[in-house]
């Protein structure tokens, strides 16, 4: 095994670091809740300049060939700052059309996101589905040569302002049923496609997407009629992957964030950090931001596997640690901060309701739970000899 | 022993209830039956409803207005009013300083003060805390100067004043003598807050409300006669005050009614077509915590029983303090899994979401003040460790 990171890797983490601290510092974040959009085109130009939005393409698509650890790196960096690009919705999108789409498809969209020009957005989760993505209860019905999408996606993470949304309906079957749903890819502006944004919790933007009878082309689908569910749960795997990262960026600010506060704080005539009962708190912060950390970077390797078995117990256990890691951390670094920490004006409240965000997203806790003790690897080693 | 109301402390509970049925103006019932956050108005309505009725404040003695109820239907007027979703009244003027007047305060003071408080006329705020006195509250440095008038003048801040922008008053915290030991140089007063000098600035919390402020004192002139207790005596009645807060710090009836949301959006919740109430995964976790809020109550209990019997409220109170803030703040995680992607909503602007619950975010955030406010949960087990377990200092 080796855990280093390659020279181009360090590299690549310390430009980002560096980076975003100059030029996205949470106080642009802060003035971007009041933003209509939550992000500007010119950061995100800016973002692929650096070959970020290529980074997990290949050269054959223009993009730079890198691993997700690669882009990992860079989305962990995102999390410390709070970047509000959409880096994640925008891969997601990006990666179902590399993966499902043509080459004329790839042409048409992954060119123009590379180059910072476009953003897209991946929407799956429908009101009744949580967090399932084979529960699609909206629909592609053929009319000639076109499909009619109607139906609802929840809580679309750039919906508000994507050139493009890739979206998961179902050309046959019933919710819960693994055949039956297609990807389609539809373009902003398109006919039918009601774009509601909302306000998230963490201070930023997404949308509700409804399908009201959106008339697309079969050269809006990807990949086979019907034969989505093994991509769709790849997306969603790589969305929680990285989710899992950001997280850990999170988790890793909010403790130096803390500790610093520990060193300055004097309340009784002393630093409150020579409390040792918070000084173990700040410990067990530490302690459960490597553990995160340490599932995170096997859910970055993981999330390429061939295996989907082996891919989902990384992911599915990477996620549950993140809400335990993430909730203790960020709610540990609001109490030490004490009175301070509850005021909007604060950092640490904005880490706090991002990470509940990304605890939620692509499955929560209870979801992953489940998901982890369902894969056949669970029970594998306990078979008696009887049968 | 014996876990039964009395038939008539029971009997009082129903006509509690009966009267809650219709108490209630629409447009309160509305919000409360969502939970919803009250605006100061609303709670100040339904104050002087309450004040009618006479249970505006079950535990002030008869001779104050109070309604002369024993400890046990006192705890039941608050447990149901907690369960109805009524909005909680402000506690700084009848849960604080009233009975810390009625105490402490001269014959003229509490005549002054006290039928207002019960009114609603006059609204009180709390001035303990400044930016460099938080749990160490003794460090205080809001100076009161005698100004050779029989008044004294106030120079400095106070910080985290909650509802300071709404407050008639405010009652202080000063440093009377800065060359005496920290405890001993201070003094109580009280201030009008329309005297000149007196600033507020209220500030927004992570819940997306204005709860509390900074609030600043220029050459405040106060009146000698809104002293409080003896001059740099004020400590005694600080740390009086501070059991006063602490009673009713359990919150057994905003947990219940917590969890008792938590069900409800369980039960209209729905994972693979079922509600997420049959998954027995939420089940077992929501019965986990109702449990631990049983433990609660039970403890609130004996400690109301303990009360009743004529034994002032001891250190045993942070029990209450620690695991009621711990387990509200739980409900508030718990609700915002149940509720799944409506979580992410904030305040479900422009209602997109179908019935969602939309102060659940708001107050999940929020609820990390309830193991902070009023001596932090670290503060309450040093309380435990020293004065219950006496345990030595480092
Ligand atoms: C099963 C077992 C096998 C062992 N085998 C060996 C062996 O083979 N060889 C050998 O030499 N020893 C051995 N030990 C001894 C072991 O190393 C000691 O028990 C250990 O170092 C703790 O010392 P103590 O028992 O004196 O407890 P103490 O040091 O008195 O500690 C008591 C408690 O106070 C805590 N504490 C102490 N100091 C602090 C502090 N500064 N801050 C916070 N908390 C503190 C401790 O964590 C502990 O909880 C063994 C012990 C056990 C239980
Ligand atoms: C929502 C809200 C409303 C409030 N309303 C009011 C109000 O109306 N009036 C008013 O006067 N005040 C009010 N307060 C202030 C509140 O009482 C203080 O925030 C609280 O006492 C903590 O003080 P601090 O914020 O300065 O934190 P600090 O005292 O700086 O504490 C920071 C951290 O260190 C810990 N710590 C401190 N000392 C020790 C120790 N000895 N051992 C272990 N840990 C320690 C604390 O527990 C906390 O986690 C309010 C606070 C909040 C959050």
Request: hydrophobic content about 45%; glycine content about 10%.
């Amino acid at each position: 095994m080796d855990f280093d990171l390659s020279p181009d890797q360090k590299l690549l983490e310390s430009t980002a670091a560096a980076f975003i601290r100059k030029e996205s510092p949470v106080t642009r974040m802060r003035a971007l809740r009041e933003d209509s959009v939550g992000w500007t085109p010119e950061f995100w130009k800016k973002m692929a300049d650096l070959g970020w939005l290529g980074l997990a393409f290949p050269e054959s698509a223009g993009g730079f060939g890198g691993s997700f650890v690669d882009v990992a790196l860079v989305i962990e960096q995102l999390g410390a700052g709070l970047v509000p690009e959409p880096f994640i919705p925008s891969l997601l999108a990006g990666t179902a059309i590399l993966r499902a789409g043509s080459p004329a498809q790839h042409e048409r969209f992954l060119p123009s996101l590379i180059a910072g020009d476009t953003s897209l957005a991946f929407a799956y989760a429908e009101r009744g589905s949580r967090f399932d993505p084979t529960w699609v209860e909206s629909t592609a019905t053929r009319e000639g040569s076109d499909y009619v999408l109607r139906g609802e996606k929840v809580f679309v993470e750039n919906g508000q302002a994507a050139d493009a949304i890739v979206v998961s309906a179902r050309t046959s079957g019933g919710p819960g049923d693994a055949d039956g749903i297609s990807l389609f890819v539809l373009e902003r502006g398109a006919p039918g496609l009601r774009v509601t944004p909302v306000k998230t919790m963490d201070g930023r933007r997404a949308a509700m997407i409804g399908l009201d009878g959106v008339r697309v082309s079969e050269a809006s689908r990807l990949g086979p009629e019907g034969g989505a569910a093994g991509v769709l749960d790849e997306i969603v795997d790589l969305g929680a992957a990285a989710a899992c990262a950001e997280g850990v960026g999170v988790m890793r600010t909010v403790l130096q964030m803390t500790v610093d506060y520990l060193r300055t704080r004097e309340q009784f005539g002393v630093k409150i950090g020579t409390f040792q009962a918070l000084q173990h708190r700040a410990v067990d912060m530490f302690v459960r931001t490597e553990l995160a950390r340490s599932t995170s970077i096997m859910a970055s390797i993981r999330v390429a596997d061939p295996d989907p078995v082996e891919r989902r117990t990384a992911i599915s256990a990477a996620k549950v640690e993140l809400a335990i890691a993430g909730r203790f951390v960020t709610q540990q670094a609001i109490q030490l901060h004490g009175g301070i920490g509850i005021t909007d004006e604060h950092d640490v409240g904005l880490y706090f309701k991002r990470m509940h965000v990304l605890n939620v997203v692509f499955g929560d806790e209870e979801h992953h739970l489940a998901r982890f003790s369902a894969q056949p690897s669970f029970t594998r080693g306990i078979e008696t000899t009887a049968s | 022993m014996d876990l039964s109301f009395t038939p008539e402390q029971s009997a009082f509970r129903d006509e509690v209830r009966a009267w809650l049925r219709t108490a209630m103006p629409a447009h309160i019932r509305e919000k409360a039956a969502i939970d919803a956050h009250f605006e100061h108005d609303e709670i100040m309505e339904w104050h002087r409803i309450l004040h009618r009725k006479g249970w505006v404040a079950p535990h002030w003695p008869a001779e104050w207005g109070g309604p002369g109820l024993d400890v046990a239907r006192r705890f039941i007027l608050t447990e149901e009013l907690e369960l109805a979703g009524a909005p909680a009244l402000s506690p700084f003027g009848l849960s604080m300083v009233g009975p810390l007047l009625m105490q402490f305060g001269t014959e003229a003071q509490k005549k002054r003060f006290l039928p207002k408080i019960l009114a609603g006329e006059e609204v009180w705020c709390q001035g303990y805390s400044e930016p460099n006195a938080g749990s160490d509250l003794a460090s205080l440095k809001l100076r009161a100067e005698p100004d050779g008038n029989g008044s004294y003048v106030l120079n400095g801040q106070k910080t985290w004043t909650t509802y300071a922008q709404h407050a008639d008053w405010i009652f202080v915290l000063t440093r009377t003598d800065p060359n005496a030991k920290k405890q001993a140089g201070i003094s109580f007063f009280l201030a009008d807050m329309k005297t000149p000098g007196i600033t507020v600035r209220p500030t927004l919390t992570i819940g997306g409300t204005p709860a509390f402020c900074d609030t600043f004192f220029e050459n405040a002139v106060v009146p000698a006669e809104n002293l409080v207790g003896p001059l740099n005596g004020g400590w005694t009645l600080a740390k009086a005050l501070l059991g006063h807060e602490r009673t009713g710090i359990a919150a057994v009836g905003l947990s219940t009614r917590a969890i008792r949301r938590v069900k409800r959006i369980a039960a209209t919740t729905l994972e693979r077509g079922r509600p997420l109430l049959e998954h027995p995964g939420f089940r077992a976790r929501i019965a986990r915590l109702e449990i631990e809020l049983t433990a609660l109550k039970m403890a609130n209990y004996r400690a109301i029983v303990s009360a009743q019997e004529g034994h002032a409220p001891g250190p045993e109170s942070s029990i209450l303090k620690i695991r009621g803030s711990e387990i509200l703040q739980q409900c508030f995680v718990l609700a915002m899994e149940v509720m799944g992607h409506d979580s992410l909503s904030w305040f479900n602007e422009a209602g997109v979401i179908p019935g969602l619950e939309q102060w659940v975010a708001s107050s999940f955030n929020y609820t990390r003040a309830t193991t902070i406010y009023g001596g932090s949960n670290e503060i309450q087990r040093n309380v435990i460790a020293k004065l219950i377990l006496n345990l030595p200092s480092a």
